[in-house]
């Protein structure tokens, strides 16, 4: 079974930068970063398959987040810069162990195992 415990959220001022990690236990075959703002369904950021170099991420986010992970600490990490105000959401970290290609890697749908979330704000 799969954990995974989200955490470096918080507020920053348009422009700023935050960096999100998730610990991970047990094995996952992919991995991703989905957000979640107030009134809007929870939409994928960013994607890898754990044992893959390609990370698939959102367009919305690309060139400014940078997934990364540390095999030795099993974690994933999330690196935001250039962060704007429609960044403001809850960060969810999501992984499946299920040894499946799927066709979008961003979809939350293909993923049965999520951590609790981290809030980042972002204030103009």
């Known amino acids: 079974q799969v954990q995974l415990v989200e955490s470096g959220g918080g507020s920053v001022q348009a422009g700023g930068s935050l960096r999100l990690s998730c610990a991970v236990s047990g094995f996952t075959y992919y991995m991703g970063w989905f957000r979640q703002a107030p009134g809007k369904e929870r939409e994928g950021v960013a994607a890898?398959?754990?044992?893959?170099?390609?990370?698939y991420y959102a367009d919305s986010v690309q060139g400014r987040f940078t997934v990364s992970q540390d095999p030795a600490k099993n974690t994933l990490y999330l690196q935001m810069n250039s962060l704007e105000p429609e960044d403001t959401a809850m960060y969810y970290c999501a992984a499946d162990p299920r040894v499946v290609n799927r066709l979008d890697l961003l979809n939350p749908e293909e993923y049965n195992s999520w951590g609790q979330g981290t809030q980042v704000t972002v204030s103009s």
């Open positions: 890898r398959y754990t044992g893959g170099t390609t990370i």
